[in-house]
């Protein structure tokens, strides 16, 4: 079984996580030998102090492999700082951006294997051996091994402007409206090797709950993912990362309304219409099902939805997999 996830961060990583859990307690043979290609996305990506940084990448990669700092949801566990206490006394810039020591060993591997000319997919193949991915049955493939950046348009006491995502993310905390999302390089980019692929083959594809405008929908904007998502024999079966009217964590509804979308879990199912044929919401509070357009192709079910652990999340992913069983000959059939 081909199990194929478009993942952003921490809602992606974490969805992962429970998904392997499930696979791994299965009675289900084919679940337990299923193979999980995960799609990263590289718009966060960015380069700090002559390193490369790719922390949706990595967030997949230190959770998968354990390493994961779990409360923070990114970045190391038993971290320190000391690099960055250095680079501070230089009054080396940014320092907005946190930076943690076994972190940075990351980036430096990283950097010095891109510097020889090994491109990004293979280098994230290289740091993932060390964590152990492929031995669990997963494979994490950067959405395109060329440069993408996503850039915010702000305009506030410093003009119109355009700042790089974790600019806006991290140092503004979303909380400078976004005008507009510009993924810098997604034009000429080409999707990853393997990516498209995974895609047509999979036997199911799922959108993890992760942000939907700055990470699955900048996936979605490398040429042919829509297409190859459109074109697919699988069910495609997403989690709505937005619970009660609002993100569960994050600042995905000032994403949302930078591209004029309620933060409603209907309205991000209405991003992915034109491929989506499941949806999971979660309606304890009574609101987010209602927000669900129905339409012919589309099946929505409520289930607890939020990932308090790793069990909760298996749970999730579970739902995901059964709803997808449900769709397969209704989306074989199309
Ligand atoms: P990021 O790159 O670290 O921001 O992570 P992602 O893009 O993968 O995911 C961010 C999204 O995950 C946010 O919009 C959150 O609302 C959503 N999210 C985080 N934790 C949970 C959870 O436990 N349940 C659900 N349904 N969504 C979650
Ligand atoms: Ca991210």
Redesign the pocket.
Known sequence: MQITVL?????????VRGLLAHLADSPDPAHRDAEVTVIG?TG?DITLFGLRVC??LD?VMYTLGGGIHEEQ??GRADESHVVQGELAAYGAQPQWFGLGDRDIATHVARSQLLDLGMPLSQVTAVLCDRWGLPGQGVRLLPMSDDPVETHVVVDDQDGRRAVHFQEWWVRMRAAVPAQQFVAVGIDTATAGPGVLESIRAADVVLL?????V???GIILGVPGVRDALRGTRAPVVG?????GGR????H?DACLRAIGVETTAGAVAGLYEDFLDGWLV?DTLGTDLGSVRQRAGLTVRSRP????DVP??AA?AGAALDLAADLQPQRASV
């Open positions: 993942a952003g961060g921490v809602g992606g990583a974490r969805f996305n966060d922390p949706d967030t949801g990114w993890p709950p992760s942000n939907p700055v990470s699955i989690v709505s990362p937005i619970v993100p569960v964590r994050g995905a979660d939805l939020l990932m308090t909760a999340a999730i």
